[in-house]
């Protein structure tokens, strides 16, 4: 029957005002390595980094906490970056040939990064119709000159042009041609070949006047620029690179066939035939380039020589790799990634005679590794951030809010313990540039990421720098397929190259089988449980001295002897038997095997029961760890969940059957579908002639639901356990709570369980744990059950275990009827407890045509007012919408467009914090921080004493219109319009620090939130990219249009609630 309402009036001005105090949607950061860098620089005045990537991007880093970040409206990559010394200023160059200029600039105390002018240089004449003046045609190489705000480009053709920096313009008459260092060449050089492009610029620090240019063919010149006279040339091979040397004395050229020369520039006549010296270091056999060659000087006598190629083409052609040379001293640094550039902290004031290095950075495809120049050994320097969180594939992530001191202290404590490498410097990062402005965060958050090899990484998220903390590593319990040596082992002295491993990104996998799926950690008893791919259930303690032990290992069989089903898909892993040693940290106390080994979809713990849950596609059990035995075991398989048997690694599957059953289906449906066919369209027409005759003008009917096809009830994979919890309620009767272990699943069944857990006065070896189904549930649609959450009397929810016991939240209203909160993929609804009747829904997917992904209770604090604080629903959806919903009212409040929603991997990556905020991945190697709280924001709040003053003329910003625009990874950033060189707006994207896309209340530095006035929860969901999402990505564009029309159908019925 239809249902018919009256117009509601409009939206409660209190309410809105208060959801403005509560709600506000901020991209605030991005944790980890840019992805695909490309371009590197350094600011040796201000001790700041730049980083540019393939997508456009430019990151700037200083000290921990200090970051900028800005993009260009291009999506082009980043070829070259250069600082102008102490000015807070960065040149940029892109592939396109396009000049960039970007500016530090202070707003309200805080810095953020902006573009102040672009340049694209005109083409050869002749080519774009244009009478111009001559401009180069494609930009090689740029080098700013020292002393003066102006720049030398270098071009394809063999030009050297000179550019205004302060207004990106052209100088007239200033451009050095090939020509005029040709006269300077001898007869037989030139052989009426062209020189070349202009392959490298140097400059001269003592005399500013002078420039060194390297052609491609392998000639040198010394220019003087202001006398406009070719002092010297050298007459070199193919050159790929040159190094000026401080003193000006000496010149180093690197070339083509791995070999480097130094050239005098001492030397009298004005052309120089050969080098003083030449060497191959890796010769005699072909060798491939030397890209990039460094010379310092050292006070202490001797240089440095660095280098990145000149490997042996032959045997070592395939090595990415840096050498580092001084003396009789040669270390071959090898690592797991390309190398893209590096530069050397040292000495840049002009008064002093010697470099004397103190670091060398070195940039990769895939991670930063900073080395201590002056230490013996020269060891790596731990980076406080730009740590590489994909060393290994992510494969899971969870979030631990208000972390107690004590485990914080121990966490540190065995992080220091671990020595990535055999010595670490203990100097200090050398990249200190700013100042970060933010307060020190009064609690403290962890982000915990599983990752393929096995291991858990645990973070500290309190701040804008993601730190590594500690390193947990399961593979050492099983007997992998690939046993191997440690990697990081050196070279002995008779080996040559003398390589060194050096780095920690490391892709490849021992063992498919050991990437951890779930984990979970009790931040009050410092367990964790870590759960893979093989079904292994791992339940760890904390330890703060190393100790040898034998792990207790069991095996629960979830299949319960069901007949018809064969596992075809991988092994279990074998574990190591008897006593073994464990380092300091996280200690393995007991192994739970499932069986089949199919890979865990869903764990929880709690300590204070000493209980262990977990589940797969085949069902799901119940482990005591403290009397090491099996609870329960209950398979939720389907006679039709063929797929379920065949795991992720299986390649088995007939192709012929499943093509045999896929035809049967089709011809099944065409004839079932012609029967209904004509009774169901004839009804449907009656029902919308009844409704049009009885809508009248001051009815309005309630929002369109689209109509939900129930899913069949033997859809493969409907066995799967996608949420388990505990909780202590009321099951049984309203009289008596007790601890409840609740279980849902891909079909929408969602199971209940009474436990009889033996008091804490009581010897639990001697009384075991006892489980009663108590309730059982199944969803009218079949959706799959995505999270469980029991609410008290006061509709909240109830506290983790020790919380309440320990003081740390309220504690629950045990006396008024309880409430359980199931969410599906298709809707929220809330039942009574015990009786389990329904009390309130909210269909999402009828009402906005999405599927929720994933699910948390938050809690949101007030801006204006510090004791009242809200906890609601958070849910992220198959669209990349985040909707954030009251409980346990189920009223919408607040949704905004949060992630792209051809983003698959990055909507399967979201978790959320306990107060508002989320994590997901933008790319392999990055995670993106957003806030939902108006309150509770982490972002950037730094400054840079830069000695460029703020009030010579620089380019006008004014903030357009229509800020929401979408970065090249799918971040929303502001719209800048920055005056280009002719005057018209150059537009351009940046976020940083200080940008005035909040009112100032807002952006406030990241804080606790105290002791909440009531407990909340972050439900566990699984974090796998589902069959749901693939469908999701290749519906059709009819689907999806009218999703999208529907959508904006919606929200333009909606009163603005939005925080704009």
């Not at 921990?64 to 990559?77: C, I, K, M, N, Q």
């Not at 009402?847 to 009242?868: M, N, P, Q, W």
Request: aromatic share 8%; glycine share 8%; charged share 20%.
């Amino acid at each position: 029957m239809m249902k018919f309402r009256f117009r509601r009036q409009g939206a409660d001005p209190q309410r809105e005002k208060l959801k403005q105090e509560l709600f506000a949607f901020n991209k605030t950061v991005e944790h980890g390595f840019p992805n695909q860098p490309s371009a590197l620089a350094f600011d040796p005045e201000l001790r700041v980094m730049a980083i540019g990537t393939r997508n456009g991007a430019v990151k700037i880093y200083g000290a921990p906490g200090v970051e900028f970040t800005g993009l260009h409206r291009d999506s082009a990559t980043v070829t070259q970056m250069h600082f102008l010394p102490g000015q807070g200023r960065l040149l940029t160059l892109l592939d396109d040939s396009s000049l960039h200029l970007w500016t530090i600039v202070h707003h309200n105390g805080c810095a953020h990064l902006e573009e102040a002018l672009s340049f694209r240089p005109p083409g050869r004449p002749g080519l774009d119709g244009t009478s111009g003046p001559l401009g180069p045609s494609r930009v090689t190489v740029v080098l700013l000159l020292a002393a003066s705000d102006q720049a030398a480009l270098g071009t394809e053709a063999g030009s050297v042009f000179f550019l205004d920096v302060t207004t990106l313009t052209l100088l007239d008459g200033q451009t050095l041609g090939p020509d005029e260092v040709l006269r300077s060449v001898p007869d037989d050089y030139r052989c009426g070949k062209a020189l070349g492009p202009v392959e490298s610029l140097q400059g001269y620090l003592r005399d500013p006047a002078k420039m060194l240019v390297g052609y491609s063919r392998g000639l040198l010149a010394i220019w003087d620029h202001s006398a406009r006279h070719v002092d010297q040339v050298f007459l070199g091979n193919q050159l790929e690179s040159l190094c000026w040397e401080r003193s000006g004395r000496t010149v180093v050229s690197s070339h083509s066939d791995g070999s480097y020369a130094v050239w005098s520039a001492d030397a009298g006549g004005p052309s120089v035939p050969q080098p003083t010296a030449a060497t191959t270091p890796y010769g005699p056999f072909p060798c491939k380039a030397i890209n990039k060659i460094l010379w310092r000087s050292c006070e202490s006598g001797g240089h440095f020589v660095i280098f990145s190629g000149g490997m042996p083409r032959a045997s070592y052609g395939d090595r990415h790799c840096v050498s580092v040379l001084r003396a009789e001293t040669l270390v071959t640094l090898d690592f797991t990634s390309r190398v893209i550039d590096f530069f050397t902290v040292h000495s840049a004031r002009p008064v002093d005679e010697f470099d004397d290095p103190q670091a060398l950075a070195v940039l990769l495809e895939e991670e930063l590794v900073v080395l201590d120049l002056q230490t013996p050994g020269w060891p790596p320097v731990p980076a406080p951030y730009l740590a590489p969180l994909h060393s290994s594939a992510i494969t899971c992530s969870a979030h631990v809010a208000h972390v107690p001191a004590k485990l914080w202290a121990r966490l540190v404590s065995a992080g220091e313990q671990q020595s990535p490498q055999p010595a670490c410097s203990a100097a200090g990062w050398p990249i200190t540039g700013g100042r970060n402005l933010a307060q020190e965060p009064s609690q403290r958050g962890l982000l915990l990421t599983g990752h393929e090899d096995g291991t858990v990484r645990f973070w500290d998220a309190s701040g804008v720098a993601l730190r590594p903390l500690y390193r947990l590593s399961t593979a050492g319990l099983f007997q992998t397929d690939c046993e191997h040596a440690d990697s990081g082992a050196q070279a002995t002295e008779d080996d040559w190259p003398p390589f060194r491993k050096v780095g920690c990104f490391d892709p490849y996998s021992d063992d498919p089988r050991l990437g951890v799926q779930k984990v979970v950690l009790c931040k009050f008893t410092a367990q964790m449980v870590v759960a893979g791919t093989a079904g292994q259930v791992l339940v760890l303690e904390l330890s703060d001295v190393p100790t040898t032990l034998a792990v207790s290992v069991a095996s629960v069989d979830l299949l319960q002897d069901r007949e018809g089903f064969t596992w075809k898909g991988h092994d279990r892993l074998s574990p190591r038997l008897g006593p073994l040693p464990w380092p300091a940290g996280f200690q393995p106390r007991v192994l739970v095997q499932c069986l089949p080994p199919a890979a865990v979809t869903a764990v929880t713990l709690h300590a204070e029961w000493g209980l262990v849950a977990f589940g797969t596609s085949h069902g799901f059990g119940l482990y005591d760890y403290q009397r090491k035995s099996p609870v329960l075991a209950r398979c939720t398989l389907h006679p039709n969940d063929s797929l379920a048997m065949e795991g992720p690694l299986s390649r088995v599957k007939s192709l012929k059957k499943s093509l045999r059953q896929s035809f049967r289906r089709i011809r099944k449906s065409r004839v079932s579908g012609k029967k209904r066919a004509v009774s169901a369209s004839i009804k449907l027409q009656e029902a919308n002639a009844q409704l049009a005759e009885q809508a009248g003008p001051d009815v309005e009917m309630t929002p369109v639901q689209r109509r939900i096809e129930p899913r069949s009830a033997d859809d493969s994979l409907s066995g799967v356990v996608r949420c388990l919890y505990f909780a202590d309620t009321f099951l049984r009767d309203a009289a008596h709570h007790g601890p409840t272990m609740w279980a849902g699943t891909n079909s929408g069944s969602v199971f209940a369980y009474a436990l009889e857990v033996p008091a804490a006065g009581e010897k639990r070896p001697e009384r075991a744990v006892e489980a009663v189904l108590g309730k059982e549930v199944q969803l009218m649609h079949r959706a799959p059950v995505v999270a469980i959450a029991v609410l008290d009397g006061r509709g909240r929810p109830l506290p983790e275990p020790y919380e309440a016991s320990r003081d740390l939240a309220q504690a629950p209203d045990m006396q008024g009827g309880h409430a359980v909160l199931i969410a599906s993929e298709e809707q929220f609804k809330v039942f009574t407890l015990p009786k389990v009747s329904a009390k309130t829904k909210f269909k999402l997917t009828a009402h906005e045509g999405c599927r929720v992904r994933k699910v948390a209770l938050a809690t949101f604090a007030s801006v204006a007012c510090e004791d009242y604080a809200e906890t609601c629903l958070a849910c992220l959806t198959n669209l990349g919408d985040v909707h954030v919903f009251s409980v346990p009212g189920l009223r919408p409040q607040v949704h905004y467009a949060c992630i792209r929603k051809e983003d698959i991997s990055g909507i399967a990556s979201c978790v959320f914090t306990r107060h508002g905020q989320g994590f997901y991945l933008i790319s392999p190697s990055e995670f993106e921080r957003f806030s939902l709280s108006a309150q509770n924001i982490t972002e950037p709040l730094c400054s840079l004493d830069i000695r460029w003053p703020h009030e010579a003329p620089r380019a006008s910003h004014r903030l357009q219109e229509s800020p929401k625009l979408s970065q090249a990874n799918g971040t929303p950033r502001l719209t800048l319009a920055p005056q280009s060189c002719d005057g018209s707006p150059s537009p351009a994207r940046s976020r940083g620090a200080g940008d005035p896309v909040k009112p100032p209340e807002v952006a406030l530095s990241p804080t606790s939130m105290g002791s909440a006035t009531s407990a909340d929860t972050t439900l566990d969901t699984t974090g796998d990219v589902t069959v749901e999402d693939v469908k999701d990505f290749l519906g059709s564009s009819e689907e999806a249009g009218t999703n999208l029309r529907n959508v904006a159908e919606d929200e333009a019925r909606t009163c603005t609630i939005l925080i704009k």
